[in-house]
């Protein structure tokens, strides 16, 4: 038999597999996604009682659940919470491998760098694993309209960062100041928060220079916002949460 009738025939039970979840109400749930495997009402209150429940005995559950919505950040989060919390870290960085290239979704990409920050804290080369995370997660989902948050976290950490003697504290200025220049210009909701940031960054450090970047960027960061304005206002009301289901009717 080869790998991929293997897989397919492990996927196809894994879509099979209903656990016996103690209560009629649960149960009925589980035998509605039988039946209608894209019933998002069923799912939740399945969703909510497995996230009370010790990982391992629902992991299957949770397989099933991003199998049948692969591209829901907010249930690949869920699911790499509950392992998480079981502190089953090798898992958790397949889930992270599974995903995070594919769902570009920002609370997702969120916990990724939360992760990092909990499980390698203690590694002597944090800083650089901690600043590669960040630059990993730009590459991928800076340009998403809710990613502010992301470049303020960035910022926020690379000042935090100890900077011995003149050269490293140049070098750090020059860290921080890239990180900042290149967010400035990125259409993005509460960009006027991050330039306003910026600008006062500069200030404190050279007056001087800090008039120069303001003329030399102020364009293009006007540019950006008022793309985030429009982009806004066409969007806004969207469910960014909602996951794909094939249409009815």
């Known amino acids: 038999m080869s790998n991929s009738t293997v897989q397919n025939a492990a996927s196809t039970e894994e879509e099979t597999v209903s656990i016996d979840w103690g209560s009629e109400k649960l149960n009925k749930a589980q035998h509605t996604i039988d039946e209608n495997k ?28 991003v199998n049948t919505f692969p591209t829901s950040g907010r249930y690949w989060k869920i699911y790499i919470e509950q392992e ?3 502190r089953n870290f090798e898992r958790v960085e397949k889930l992270f491998q599974r995903c995070l290239i594919k769902v570009l979704n920002i609370k997702l990409w969120k916990l990724y760098l939360a992760y990092v920050k909990e499980t390698k804290a203690a590694l002597p080369t944090f800083k650089e694993k901690m ?33 011995v003697g003149s050269y490293a504290e140049n070098q750090k200025i ?35 220079i800090a008039e120069k970047m303001a003329m030399e960027r102020s364009r293009d960061y006007m540019n950006a916002r008022r793309v985030a304005k429009e982009f806004e206002a066409i969007t806004r009301g969207l469910s960014r949460s909602i996951p794909s289901v094939p249409p009815t009717g």
Do not use: C, H
């Open 131 to 163: 600043a590669q995370a960040y630059d990993f997660a730009l590459e991928k989902i800076g340009m998403d309209i809710q990613s502010f948050s992301i470049w303020n976290d960035y910022v926020t950490f690379l000042k935090g960062v100890e900077a």
């Open 84 to 86: 998480m919390k079981g």
């Open 38 to 65: 894209w019933d998002i009402e069923a799912w939740g209150v399945l969703i909510r009682e497995a996230q009370n429940r010790w990982i391992n005995d629902v992991r299957t559950f949770f397989e099933r659940l």
């Open 174 to 208: 020059t860290a921080v100041r890239k990180v900042y220049q290149r967010g400035v210009v990125n259409p993005m909701m509460k960009i006027e928060n991050l330039w306003k940031d910026y600008m006062a960054y500069e200030q404190g450090i050279n007056p001087i």
